[in-house]
C-alpha cells in the first residue's frame, strides 16, 4: 500500500512511518516541522523517510504528493490545550483549514481511504454513573469548589457524587479547549467528505500518549513527559487537583499499530471513530509515583487546584477497537513507564515568549 502520513516527524507521526515501512508499505512523508513540536529541526529518526518539509495547507504540494496514493494517514496538527484565546486563529488554521485542504486534494486524486489523529478531548468530561440517576452529564465545576479542593463531578440532579465509567464513542461531545474543538472539527468535516465522496475510515481517538520521541520542556507536552523533565532536573512532579483523575496512558507503539491496522481494515462507510487506549485505567498520581520510582527521583508534591481546561475522570472503551480493528494495546503500565524514565526524547521545542 502506498501511503501519505502527515505531521511524519512528530511523535506519533514518526512511529506510524517507522511501522508502515517496517511492514512492507510504501511511505511518503510530510512535515511542516512547527516551532511548537519541533525545536532541533529534523529529528534524527525521521531522515530515514526523506520526509517533503511543508504544509497539509498547501494544495498543490498536496496534489503533487498524493499521485499514486492509496490511503492517507492524517497525523498532523497544532497540538495541547491552546495556551489562551489568542491562540484560536492558528489551531483553526493547521487542524481544521489544514484538514479542509487535505480532504479536498484526496477527492482531487481519488484517494477515498483516511485514517486520521482524532484525541479524546472531544469529550471533555468522560462519562459518569449517579447512584440513583443511573449515566449523567455532570455540571461543569465550579471555580469555588475547585478552590475548596472539592474536585469530583456531581449528578446535576441530585448533588451526589458521580462514578466515573468508561467512556463509549457515542458519548455527546464536549470539547473544553481550543485544540479539543478543533480536533472535533476535524471530525466533523472529515464525516462530511466521507458522505460527499463515498470514501471513508477511521478517526481514531488517541487517549494519554507517552512514549519514546515526546517532546521535552514545553507546555504543549504531556504530562508524562513534563513529570520527566521534573525529575530529571532533580524536582517532584507537581501533581494538580488531588492526584486522583483517572486517564488512560497508552504507548505510543501501541497507537502506532492502532494506525497499521486501521489503514489495513476494511473501508467502512463513512468515518468511524474509535477509542485506541489501553484499557487500564490509572491515576496522574500513579503516573507520578511510577515514574519518580524508575527514575530514582523525588516522590510526587499533591499541590491541588486545576486549570480551566481540565476535566476530572476520563478513561476509555476499548471495546469498538478490539470488534473492529483487532487491536488490544500490548504495553502494560508499568513496563511503558519504566522504559520512559529512559527514552530518548525530542529536543526541547521552541516555546513562545
Known sequence: M????????????????????????????????????????????SHRHEPVIGDVRDASLLDRLLDGVDAVCH????????????????????????????????????????????????????????YRHG?????????????????DSTCPACGRTLAPQPVPEDAPADPRSTYA????????LAAAWARQTGGGGWALRYHNVYGPRMPRDTPYAGVASIFRSALAAGQPPRVYEDGQQLRDFVH??????????????????????????????????????????????PQPVVVGG???????HVAADPGRATELLGYTARVGFLDGVTAFATDPLREPAAVPA
Open 181 to 188: 474543538a478543533s480536533k472535533l472539527a476535524q471530525e466533523h
Open 2 to 45: 502506498r501511503v501519505l502520513v502527515t505531521g511524519a516527524a512528530g511523535f506519533i507521526g514518526s512511529h506510524v512511518a517507522d511501522l508502515l515501512v517496517d511492514e512492507g508499505h510504501a511511505v511518503r512523508c510530510l512535515d511542516a516541522l512547527l516551532p511548537q513540536a519541533h525545536g532541533g529541526g529534523l529529528p534524527p529518526w
Open 306 to 312: 486545576a486549570r480551566a481546561t481540565d476535566v476530572r
Open 135 to 151: 449515566v449523567v452529564r455532570p455540571l461543569p465545576r465550579a471555580a469555588a469548589d475547585l478552590a475548596a479542593q472539592r474536585y
Open 75 to 130: 497525523q498532523a496538527a497544532m497540538v495541547g490545550h491552546g495556551m489562551d484565546p489568542s491562540d484560536a486563529p492558528e489551531y483553526a488554521s493547521h487542524n481544521d483549514y489544514g484538514t479542509a485542504v487535505l480532504l479536498a486534494a484526496m477527492h482531487r486524486a481519488g484517494v477515498t481511504r483516511l485514517v486520521l489523529a482524532s484525541s479524546m478531548v472531544v469529550y471533555g468530561e468522560g462519562r459518569y454513573r449517579c
Open 252 to 297: 505510543v507503539t501501541d497507537i502506532a499499530r492502532a494506525n497499521l491496522l486501521a489503514l489495513t481494515a476494511p473501508v467502512p462507510e463513512g468515518m468511524v471513530p474509535v477509542n485506541i487506549c489501553s484499557g487500564e485505567p490509572r491515576t496522574v498520581g500513579d503516573l507520578a509515583t511510577a515514574l519518580a520510582t524508575a527514575m530514582g527521583g
